[in-house]
């Protein structure tokens, strides 16, 4: 089988406008490893971190945390970096068999895995570098998030249930940002946190349908297997659920008008990814994938939104 082409547009889920395509050749296989040229998935694991810091910020009467804001930025980047090449690391044998991923860094051997763990090892001190910068207790509550982000590539292998531990790692953010503000947890961060677990799964399982074929040949689990025939109405089960769990979190800290103008544009967002939603387009179904990136700081824009009214007009 033929190498594939350096450029960062060669795999069939990058972004087709990346920027970082002009990036020397050399430096392609990294962007790829980091999942810089997709940028939608450090997208999903920042926007809960923004939600929860405004929303703690709602409840405690604060101005807006904007160096907090901007250390979540560089600490989502940097995490979702070495998670994703981790990730290749543990399953670039897997991916060799599955069409979409064959052209990655590893199962193309544009990358060895030794430069791949010490990239990884690198991304990592960065966002270990942030998490320092935060009180004690959110630290311990980032290093526990190791755990659901290193068992998540193993069981793929063992249960169809693999979007759910993705959604315990990657909503991780709605505990960091209320422990990164308060010192501690509360019921509203809870809830937002099962809110983000829930969204997860849902487009997880959509992202997974482009994989359905090559994973049974594979020998790999997922939800869009186990839905089946069922899957839009599973889908919009886990996004009914994931709104109703934000709206109780909005409310369980007196948020206004504002804070729920941006839930319900994210709501909105979540029904016409269902009413577009087809099982049997792969294409259609990474253009829905994506789509969460940008819609996950709706909610967010409310809730900053709400936090900077009420601190301007005190």
């Known amino acids: 089988m ?6 960062a547009g060669a795999l069939p889920d990058a972004h087709p406008a990346s920027l970082w395509r002009r990036l020397p050749a050399s430096w392609q ?3 790829q490893l980091a999942r ?22 709602i409840y ?22 070495a998670g994703s090449t981790f990730n290749d690391l543990i399953d670039r044998e897997i991916d060799a068999r599955v069409e979409r991923t064959r052209g990655r860094p590893l199962p193309s051997g544009r990358v060895s895995p030794r430069a791949a763990a010490i990239f990884m090892l690198t991304q990592a001190l960065v966002g270990l570098l942030v998490l320092l910068s935060f009180n004690s207790f959110a630290i311990l509550l980032g290093l526990c998030s190791l755990i659901p982000v290193a068992i998540y590539p193993f069981l793929k292998r063992f249960t ?4 759910a531990a993705l959604g315990l790692a990657f909503s991780w953010g709605a505990l960091m940002g209320w422990a990164a ?12 946190y099962l809110s983000g677990v829930a969204w997860t799964i849902g487009y997880d399982t959509i992202y997974a349908i482009q994989d359905r074929k090559d994973d049974v ?21 886990f996004y009914l659920a994931a709104v109703l769990c934000a709206e109780i979190a909005l409310i369980s800290v007196g948020a206004g008008l504002v804070a729920h103008l941006g839930l319900l544009a994210f709501a909105g967002h979540l029904v016409w990814q269902i009413r577009r939603l087809d099982n049997a387009d792969e294409a259609l179904a990474l253009k829905l994938f994506r789509s969460n990136g940008p819609a996950g700081f709706l909610l967010f824009t409310g809730l900053f939104g709400e936090n900077l009214l009420f601190y301007l007009v005190r």
């Open 29 to 31: 296989p990294y962007v």
């Open 181 to 192: 503000q308060t010192g501690g947890l509360s019921a509203p961060a809870i809830w937002l």
């Open 60 to 81: 405690r009467l604060q101005a807006p945390n904007y160096l907090l804001l901007l250390l979540f930025f560089i600490g989502a980047v940097a995490m979702r970096g």
């Open 217 to 237: 040949s594979a020998g790999v689990k997922s939800t869009a297997l186990l839905f089946g025939d069922h899957l839009s109405l599973a889908v919009a089960l």
């Open 36 to 57: 810089l040229d997709r940028p939608a998935g450090w997208q999903l694991l920042l926007a809960p971190c923004l939600s929860s810091t405004c929303l703690a910020t």
């Open 2 to 7: 033929p190498a594939p082409s350096l450029d």
């Open 160 to 163: 169809s249930w693999p979007q």
